[in-house]
């Protein structure tokens, strides 16, 4: 069984501080992991995804994120949050043809 | 550069009326997928297809149908509109080949009201 856990449904944060999104999944198969950004009457946006190869992968506008197999998690983070950084983002994990979205966790950023 | 592209971006609707919500992508994409979006609940899969003329349920298909005549072209249906139904509904497509690890790639979203 497949599942994934957006552990905070809102992180409000400073512009120029760090940001921490953190997602925990569990699957019965090697998953590919992937995280998502959702501005204001959008689609979702591809921000990056893991599919086996380097655990840290880095995706686009600064974000990376870090693959743990023992802690089956897979954080994103950024270093300096910028004001068009506030939006919703999703982690998803997916076997094959079955694809999970977690329920999202809003980052608000502060001037 | 990919494209999804769902051509009614709001509409409004009344009780039982039927209503067509279409999407196009341009990758040559085998699987399409249908979402709607709601705060709190996340996304969930109403339909998909890995195919023309293939159509598999998702986990929330009732009240819902779905059309894939081409490739490219993929259309959710509401036979007779509800006020639950108001939601946000996204689009997606992946290719087939690999299955895992391929990026799905969305739509703007379609905003559904049904007064």
């Known amino acids: 069984a497949q599942s994934v856990t957006q552990l905070d449904s809102h992180v409000s944060v400073s512009e120029g501080t760090p940001v921490l999104l953190r997602c925990n999944y569990s699957s019965s198969y090697s998953p590919s992991l992937f995280w998502y950004v959702q501005h204001p009457n959008k689609g979702l946006q591809l921000l990056l995804k893991?599919?086996?190869?380097?655990?840290l992968v880095k995706g686009i506008n600064g974000f990376e994120a870090e693959f743990k197999k023992s802690e089956t998690s897979f954080h994103l983070t950024k270093p300096s949050a910028h004001m068009s950084d506030a939006a919703e983002y999703f982690c998803?994990?997916?076997?094959?043809?079955?694809?999970?979205f977690g329920a999202g966790t809003r980052l608000f950023v502060k001037a | 550069d990919v494209k999804v592209t769902q051509s009614s971006r709001y509409l409004v609707k009344r009780t039982g009326e039927k209503v067509f919500l279409e999407c196009v992508q341009d990758m040559d994409h085998e699987n399409m997928f249908w979402y709607r979006q709601d705060p709190g609940l996340g996304l969930r899969l109403i339909y998909f297809s890995y195919d023309v003329k293939m159509k598999e349920k998702g986990d929330i298909p009732e009240g819902y149908s779905v059309s894939r005549e081409k490739k490219e072209r993929f259309s959710l249906i509401l036979e007779s509109a509800s006020t639950n139904q108001t939601s946000m509904y996204l689009c997606a497509s992946t290719r087939r080949a690999g299955g895992t690890g391929n990026t799905i790639y969305f739509g703007e979203g379609s905003w559904l009201t049904v007064v």
């Open positions: 893991y599919t086996s190869a380097a655990t």
């Open positions: 998803v994990v997916s076997t094959g043809f079955k694809t999970i």
